[in-house]
């Protein structure tokens, strides 16, 4: 599990609470059903009109991948490489099939299938930079699915507000009644501006980090095996690839 999406999410929704709470508010005071279906049902139904069904499919799994904490082992696959670059200059690219069997990620497995296969360096970095592109633009639409979701939270909290307040405008008469509806009706806005910038935007970006990871991460096989392809020196596609890791980390390993 991801920590710092965990623990973030309690400090920033946290916070406002107990900052309600010292102020003498009381929270059942911000748990009011019209405001909650407008604000979250009326939100989603806005950002529905700019996506399609098979990407509101994938919320479960966006979420799921911004709760788990993706360690790319990019020393090891550099080390891996190195050592298929050694045995390929040795006994040639049909020897790194015995490889295959161990890689699960589809992206390596992929790329490694093709350069057995024997494809030439420009059609496999060609192909596999299709591949990157495709990915990138499916991960992109769920990143926009979630920046339109804290975009429209907001106006739909301000329309429920309006709303409030044309109702507490017509109880003119009870000025009791109508101090505690227009304090209702502003509930709707509080709801559209926390779950917009407590929950939406930042799983936006929570989920454009995880893309930027595991895309340099894939960068980084593409370029070892079209490093492999071109007969490269194991040594330089080692430093090439080196380049990759953070300069403080790379000396560690240096």
């Given at each position: 599990?991801?920590?710092?999406?965990?623990?973030?999410?309690?400090l920033g929704v946290g916070s406002v609470l107990v900052a309600f709470?010292?102020?003498?508010?009381?929270?059942?005071?911000?748990?009011?059903?019209?405001?909650?279906?407008?604000?979250?049902?009326?939100?989603?139904?806005?950002?529905?009109?700019?996506?399609?069904?098979?990407?509101?499919?994938?919320?479960?799994?966006?979420?799921?991948?911004?709760?788990?904490?993706?360690?790319?082992?990019?020393?090891?696959?550099?080390?891996?490489?190195?050592?298929?670059?050694?045995?390929?200059?040795?006994?040639?690219?049909?020897?790194?099939?015995?490889s295959l069997k161990g890689i699960r990620n589809p992206f390596y497995?992929?790329?490694?299938?093709?350069?057995?296969?024997?494809?030439?360096?420009?059609?496999?970095?060609?192909?596999?930079?299709?591949?990157?592109?495709?990915?990138?633009?499916?991960?992109?639409?769920?990143?926009?699915?979630?920046?339109?979701?804290?975009?429209?939270?907001?106006?739909?909290?301000?329309?429920?507000?309006?709303?409030?307040?044309?109702?507490?405008?017509?109880?003119?008469?009870?000025?009791?009644?109508?101090?505690?509806?227009?304090?209702?009706?502003?509930?709707?806005?509080?709801?559209?501006?926390?779950?917009?910038?407590?929950?939406?935007?930042?799983?936006?970006?929570?989920?454009?980090?995880?893309?930027?990871?595991?895309?340099?991460?894939?960068?980084?096989?593409?370029?070892?095996?079209?490093?492999?392809?071109?007969?490269?020196?194991?040594?330089?596609?080692?430093?090439?690839?080196?380049?990759?890791?953070?300069?403080?980390?790379?000396?560690?390993?240096?």
């Amino acid at each position: 599990m991801d920590i710092a999406t965990i623990g973030g999410l309690i400090l920033g929704v946290g916070s406002v609470l107990v900052a309600f709470r010292m102020e003498g508010g009381h929270l059942s005071a911000i748990v009011q059903a019209p405001a909650m279906i407008l604000v979250i049902l009326g939100t989603i139904g806005a950002a529905t009109v700019t996506t399609s069904i098979e990407n509101l499919r994938k919320v479960p799994k966006m979420l799921k991948i911004i709760f788990r904490n993706n360690n790319y082992d990019s020393y090891g696959i550099i080390e891996q490489i190195t050592k298929m670059a050694e045995n390929a200059r040795r006994d040639g690219i049909l020897a790194l099939e015995r490889s295959l069997k161990g890689i699960r990620n589809p992206f390596y497995h992929q790329a490694l299938q093709l350069l057995i296969d024997g494809t030439e360096m420009t059609a496999l970095r060609s192909i596999l930079e299709t591949e990157l592109n495709n990915m990138s633009n499916r991960h992109k639409a769920g990143i926009l699915l979630f920046q339109k979701l804290g975009g429209f939270s907001p106006t739909m909290g301000i329309i429920g507000t309006v709303l409030g307040l044309i109702h507490s405008l017509a109880n003119a008469d009870n000025a009791n009644q109508m101090a505690s509806s227009i304090a209702s009706a502003f509930i709707a806005t509080l709801w559209g501006v926390a779950l917009a910038n407590l929950v939406y935007l930042p799983i936006s970006d929570k989920l454009k980090r995880r893309h930027e990871e595991e895309i340099q991460h894939l960068n980084l096989i593409l370029e070892g095996m079209v490093a492999i392809q071109s007969g490269e020196n194991p040594r330089v596609i080692r430093s090439k690839l080196l380049s990759f890791i953070e300069p403080v980390l790379r000396k560690d390993i240096k």
